[in-house]
């Protein structure tokens, strides 16, 4: 069974420019859900998808946004790159979402550079 | 905040066992307790989760205190490929919520 797929591996990109980020889930699984890891931050939750609909979002501005498509793939988008945004991007998908008896599987995620 | 506390770092030596603890005093009934690890340059993965009894896997075993306030990770015989950070979270039944990650152990196995 393929893992979680996520695409593209590295990525480096201006300040001020908008950026893609996509993720293939498990197939089967519903449930995407993307974390941004940076040395000092640790692991921080973004937002949790779940049958194209957005069931929660962690504490980032705006500018941080996703969606998910009729086949669970997700994607999420970084407008206006600021510096501060460099870090791994990571996304997760569950068979149940993040609930309890249904384990995450993490993609290896995006290094996102921005200069 | 984290729902969970673990100590920064710990070290083992090679084919002996480890015990990684996790503290998690504000557990509610319905919060399962998992476990990943983090190898460099990887995403998490995935090593067990239980909610009240003690669990085991082909990775690891997962002793989870009376109260529920305590867990332990236990790897059996622990290898140079077990050395990771370890994180201990909490996720509840039946909800979507902000999962946070804490720290984690960052676990040092010596050959």
């Known amino acids: 069974k393929a893992g979680v797929t996520q695409t593209p591996r590295y990525l480096i990109k201006t300040r001020g420019q908008q950026v893609t980020l996509s993720c293939s889930p498990i197939?089967?699984?519903?449930?995407v859900s993307w974390y941004q890891q940076t040395p000092g931050q640790g692991l921080q939750f973004l937002f949790e998808?779940?049958?194209?609909?957005?069931?929660n979002k962690g504490n980032f501005p705006g500018r941080f946004s996703g969606r998910q498509f009729s086949n669970s793939r997700s994607e999420m988008n970084v407008s206006t790159l600021e510096l501060g945004d460099s870090a791994l991007y990571l996304c997760?998908?569950?068979?149940?979402?993040?609930?309890?008896?249904?384990?995450?599987?993490f993609g290896n995620g995006t290094r996102l550079t921005v200069t | 905040d984290a729902k969970t506390t673990q100590p920064n770092s710990m070290e083992s030596n090679e084919e002996e066992p480890v015990h990684l603890p996790c503290n998690h005093s504000?557990?509610?009934?319905?919060?399962?307790i998992h476990w990943y690890r983090q190898l460099p340059s990887q995403g998490p993965e995935y090593v067990i989760h239980?909610?009240?009894s003690n669990v085991n896997n082909r990775m690891a075993s997962l002793a989870i205190a009376e109260d529920r306030k305590s867990s332990t990770l236990i790897l059996h015989r622990a290898t140079l490929r077990d050395a990771a950070v370890y994180y201990c979270?909490?996720?509840?039944?039946?909800?979507?919520?902000?999962?946070?990650f804490g720290k984690g152990t960052k676990l040092t196995v010596n050959p």
């Open positions: 997760a998908s569950s068979l149940r979402g993040q609930s309890g008896n249904s384990p995450l599987h």
């Open positions: 504000t557990i509610s009934g319905t919060d399962y």
């Open positions: 998808y779940f049958s194209e609909t957005q069931r």
């Open positions: 197939s089967g699984h519903r449930s």
């Open positions: 239980g909610l009240t």
């Open positions: 979270i909490l996720l509840t039944q039946g909800g979507s919520e902000k999962l946070v």
